[in-house]
């Protein structure tokens, strides 16, 4: 199944980051905070807020910081993604 975002929303897939302590242990998933760090997987169109177009200027590919509460949460084929307004997107990730 194929997810196309509507309007300003993005479509992002958590990265995953190998988080060690100090002294070298890697700590499990369940452990540590999910990452504010995330793929861009699908962009929607933009949109018109008064008159003025907004231009999504992320595209797929993309390595983005995300806002930590924002967005929706969604499950397809066993993948989990999260869709987020494009305001709730923070910065570029080089």
Same mark, same amino acid.
């Given at each position: ?49 008064? /008159?003025? *177009?907004? =231009? %999504? ?6 390595? +983005?910081? !995300? @806002?930590?509460?924002? /967005?929706? *949460?969604? =499950? %397809? ?6 869709? +987020?307004? !494009? @305001? ?7």
């Amino acid at each position: 199944m194929k997810i196309k975002p509507l309007g300003s929303r993005v479509l992002l897939k958590n990265v995953e980051v190998e988080e060690k302590t100090k002294s070298g242990i890697v700590l499990p998933s369940s452990a540590k905070e999910k990452p504010n760090i995330a793929e861009v997987i699908e962009v929607g169109p933009g949109e018109c807020v008064d /008159g003025k *177009e907004i =231009k %999504i200027e992320v595209k797929k590919g993309d390595k +983005v910081l !995300y @806002s930590k509460y924002s /967005g929706t *949460e969604v =499950k %397809i084929d066993n993948e989990e993604y999260l869709i +987020v307004k !494009y @305001s709730d997107i923070l910065a570029v990730l080089d």
